[in-house]
C-alpha cells in the first residue's frame, strides 16, 4: 500500500472545499426561500437515505432498504442495474448537500460509513483481465468511471480537507481512488477499442477526474493527457457532424452532452481540446432542443425516457460557453419551477443559482428560437419537424436506421411520435426496464411502435434484452418542408423480398399523411399497421378511431375496405419501472395481397374530439402515386414521385 502525506492532501484541497461549501450553502439557502417545495423535496430524499431507502432500477418506482451497511453484492431484486447503480452511490450528493445546509452530521455519517464498508468489503479484482470487470458486481469498468466522476468526486470537491474523515480512512480512499485510475487507464481502453460506446466517455472522465484532481498521483499527468486523447476519439466516433449521438436515442443523447461537457470542465476549458471537439458538442446542442417535445419532455425514443433531461444539456451548454440561449430555449415549454427542480440535483457546477435563474427569465422574455423548423439527422436516419416554436404546435420525430448502432435502440423502423396543442397523441412507448423479461422484448417490439409490419411480426429477431439478430438496411431517402407541405420518406428491407416505403406528410400543418407503399406480397402475407395512442378514452366509429379527452385530440382515419381494427390494452412509461395506460390501435388487413399495394392513414389533431368528414382516393400512374384527400370542404392532392411530393390544393 503506498503511503500519501495526508496532511498536504487535506491542505492543497482545503480552499477549493471552502469556496465549494460556501458556495453550495448560498444555493441551497436560496432555494430554501424561493422555492421552499423544491428544498422540502431535497431534505425529505436525504432523510430517506440517510435511513437505508433508495430508489433504484427494479424497485418499482419504490424507495426499498438497502441494509445498513448497504448489500454491495445482492442483487434482492433480481435486476442487474439495482447492482450497478446502487454501487455508483449517486445519493451521496444529496447526503452531502444535507449536511452542507442543515449540519447535520447523521446525514454525512450514513456517507462515511457506507464509504467505510464499502472500502473493506468491495475489493478490487487482482488482475486486469476486461472479463473480470463485466459482471454483476461493484467492479463493472462501468461503474469504476461513475464513482469517480460523480460520487467520489462531489465528496473530494466538498469535504476532503475536513474532519468528516479520518486519516485511517482517508488514506483507504486515496488508494481506492488510484487503483480506480489504473484500472480506467489499463482495462478501459481494451473493452473500447473503437471508442464507439457512452460508456466509454464516462469511463474516461473517470480517469480524467483522478489525473486533473489528485497531482500527488505520479502518473496522473499521463491519465489526464490519455484521457482528453481518449475523449477527442469519443467525440469523433459518437457525434455525428449534424450534431446527433450516434446511438439515435435522446436520452443518452443529452446523457452525452453533459459528459462530453464536463470533460472540458474537468480539463480546465475548451482550450485544452480541439476545434472539432468543441464544434461537435455546440452542435449537439441543438439536437436537444429538437427532441424536447413543445409539451415539455424529450422524446422517449429507443431506450429513453419522456422527462426533462434536455434541461441538463443546456445547463452544460451555458457553464461550457457561458451562453443561456439553450436554457431559454428550454423555458419556452416548462416552467422556472421545473427547472429549478432539475437543477437542484445538478449543483455542481453552479455558482449562484439566483442569478442562473434571473438570467433565463430574463432571457426568456423575448426570447425567439432561431431554428428551423426542420432537422435532418442523415448519419443516424432520423428526422424531427415542427410547425413552429410554441407549446400548441404539431412536432414529429421520425426515424428509420438500421443496422442499429446501439442495441438502446428498439424495432420501430419508420416510427414515429406526435404531439400536438400541448399533448402527446400517438407517441413511442419509452423503456420501462433493462431486465431480460417478457416487458422488455414488449416495450421494444415493432407492435408497440407506430409502424408497419409483415405477419406480425417484427423487423427484426429480438435475441435478449441487449441484442437482436442482424439487420438489413433501413434508411430516410428524402425529406423536405414547404408553406404548406412537410414530407419524408424512407424505407426498409428487413423483410426481404418484401419492400416497405413509407411517405409520413404533414399537409396544411393540421393533417398528417401516410402512405404506406408495399411491394413484392404473395398471397399469404398480411399487414398489420401499428399506433400507440397516449389516451385510453378511445371512441370508434365506422374507419375512424378517435380520442375523447379533454383538452387535445386526434382522430385516425384508415382503410375499413381492407383493414379490421383491434383496440389492444397497453402502457406506456415515463420512467424506469413506472407504468401508466395507453391503447394501441392495430389494423389487420382482410384482403389477399399480390404484388405492390399502397396503405394510407390519415390522422387529424384537434383540441375538439370533434370529427371531420374525410375520403381518401388513391391513384397509380406507373412511377407516380396520387392520393387525393377530401377533408370536410377541402381537396388536397398529394403527389408522391422519385422520392419527392408536392401538394395541389
Known amino acids: 500500500m503506498r503511503h500519501y502525506d495526508l496532511n498536504q492532501i487535506r491542505e492543497s484541497f482545503k480552499e477549493i472545499n471552502k469556496k465549494n461549501i460556501a458556495c453550495r450553502k448560498r444555493n441551497l439557502r436560496y432555494l430554501q426561500k424561493e422555492y421552499p417545495d423544491i428544498y422540502a423535496g431535497l431534505i425529505d430524499r436525504a432523510n430517506k437515505y440517510r435511513d437505508g431507502y433508495i430508489l433504484l432500477p427494479g424497485t418499482g418506482g419504490d424507495y426499498i432498504h438497502i441494509g445498513d451497511p448497504p448489500n454491495w453484492f445482492d442483487n434482492i431484486v433480481n435486476d442487474n442495474e439495482y447492482i450497478w447503480q446502487l454501487n455508483r452511490m449517486k ?6 448537500d444535507a449536511y452542507i445546509i442543515l449540519e447535520d452530521e447523521t446525514y454525512i455519517t450514513k456517507v462515511i460509513n457506507d464509504m467505510d464498508n464499502w472500502l473493506k468489503v468491495c475489493t478490487p479484482p487482482e488482475s486486469y483481465d476486461t472479463k473480470l470487470y463485466n459482471k454483476v458486481d461493484p467492479w463493472r469498468i462501468l461503474e469504476v468511471g461513475i464513482r469517480m466522476q460523480e460520487a ?49 466517455i464516462m469511463e474516461m472522465l473517470g480517469l480524467l477526474w483522478v489525473g486533473n484532481t489528485f497531482k500527488q498521483f505520479e502518473e ?43 470533460g472540458v470542465i474537468f480539463a480546465g476549458g475548451t482550450n485544452h481540446f480541439s476545434t472539432d471537439y468543441v464544434d461537435r458538442l455546440r452542435k449537439s446542442l441543438c439536437y436537444s432542443i429538437y427532441s424536447f417535445r413543445p409539451t415539455g419532455t424529450t422524446v422517449p425514443w429507443g431506450d429513453s425516457r419522456a422527462n426533462t433531461a434536455a434541461v441538463l444539456g443546456a445547463l452544460y451548454g451555458y457553464i461550457v460557453f457561458n451562453h443561456v440561449g439553450y436554457l431559454s430555449s ?12 432539475l437543477l437542484v440535483n445538478n449543483l455542481r457546477y453552479i455558482n449562484d443559482i439566483e442569478k442562473l435563474l434571473m438570467e433565463i427569465e430574463e432571457a426568456s422574455k423575448d426570447y425567439t428560437i432561431q431554428m428551423d423548423n426542420l432537422n435532418w439527422q442523415r448519419d443516424i436516419n432520423q428526422v424531427m419537424y415542427r410547425t413552429g416554436w410554441d407549446k400548441s404546435d404539431l412536432s414529429i420525430f421520425f426515424a428509420c436506421n438500421a443496422p442499429i448502432v446501439s442495441n438502446h435502440a428498439h424495432m420501430d423502423l419508420m416510427g414515429f411520435d406526435l404531439t400536438c396543442n400541448k399533448r402527446p397523441l400517438v407517441v413511442d412507448p419509452g423503456v420501462f426496464t433493462y431486465r431480460d423479461c417478457n416487458e422488455r422484448y414488449t416495450f421494444k417490439s415493432s407492435q408497440w411502435h407506430n409502424t408497419l409490419t409483415i405477419n406480425n411480426k417484427d423487423h427484426f429477431k429480438y435475441l435478449t434484452s441487449f441484442s437482436y439478430e442482424k439487420q438489413k438496411a433501413g434508411y430516410v431517402i428524402n425529406t423536405d418542408a414547404h408553406k404548406k407541405l412537410w414530407y419524408v420518406v424512407a424505407r426498409h428491407h428487413n423483410y426481404e423480398p418484401i419492400i416497405h416505403t413509407r411517405l409520413m406528410s404533414l399537409v396544411d400543418k393540421k393533417i398528417i399523411v401516410i402512405l404506406d407503399k408495399v411491394e413484392h406480397l404473395n398471397p399469404e402475407d398480411t399487414v398489420q399497421l401499428h399506433y400507440h395512442l397516449d389516451s385510453t378514452k378511445i371512441k370508434v366509429k365506422k374507419g375512424v378511431v378517435y380520442t375523447d379527452q379533454s383538452d387535445s385530440n386526434i382522430s385516425i382515419y384508415y382503410d375499413e375496405n ?11 412509461s415515463d420512467e424506469i419501472d413506472c407504468l401508466r395506460e395507453s ?42 402515386i396520387m392520393c387525393i384527400i377530401e377533408v370536410d370542404d377541402s381537396v388536397y392532392t398529394l403527389i408522391w414521385k422519385d422520392n419527392k411530393c408536392s401538394i395541389d390544393m
Not at 489504473?182 to 466509454?200: D, M, W
Not at 428550454?330 to 427542480?341: E, L, M, P, W
Open 330 to 341: 428550454i423555458r419556452k415549454f416548462i416552467s422556472i419551477n421545473q427547472i429549478a427542480d
Open 562 to 572: 381492407n383493414f379490421k381494427r383491434e383496440l389492444i390494452k397497453g402502457a406506456i
Open 91 to 96: 445519493y451521496w450528493f444529496t447526503l452531502i
Open 583 to 624: 391503447t394501441l390501435l392495430q389494423l389487420n388487413s382482410t384482403n389477399p395481397l399480390v404484388g405492390e399495394t399502397i396503405f394510407h392513414t390519415i390522422m387529424i389533431p384537434k383540441v375538439s374530439s370533434e370529427l371531420s368528414n374525410v375520403h381518401v382516393n388513391i391513384k397509380q400512374d406507373n412511377s407516380r
Open 220 to 262: 496522473a499527468d499521463e491519465w489526464k493527457a490519455f484521457a482528453i486523447s481518449e475523449l477527442e476519439r469519443c467525440s469523433k466516433a459518437q457525434l455525428t457532424i449534424d450534431g446527433a449521438h450516434v446511438e439515435g436515442c435522446p436520452m443518452y443523447h443529452n446523457g452525452a452532452v453533459k459528459w462530453f461537457s464536463t
Open 152 to 200: 467520489w468526486g462531489y465528496f473530494v470537491e466538498m469535504l476532503i480537507s475536513t474532519q468528516v474523515i479520518t486519516d485511517k480512512l482517508l488514506e483507504k480512499l486515496i488508494e481506492s481512488i488510484h487503483r480506480h485510475g489504473e484500472i480506467l487507464y489499463r482495462v478501459s481502453p481494451k473493452k473500447h477499442p473503437g471508442a464507439a460506446t457512452n460508456h466509454y
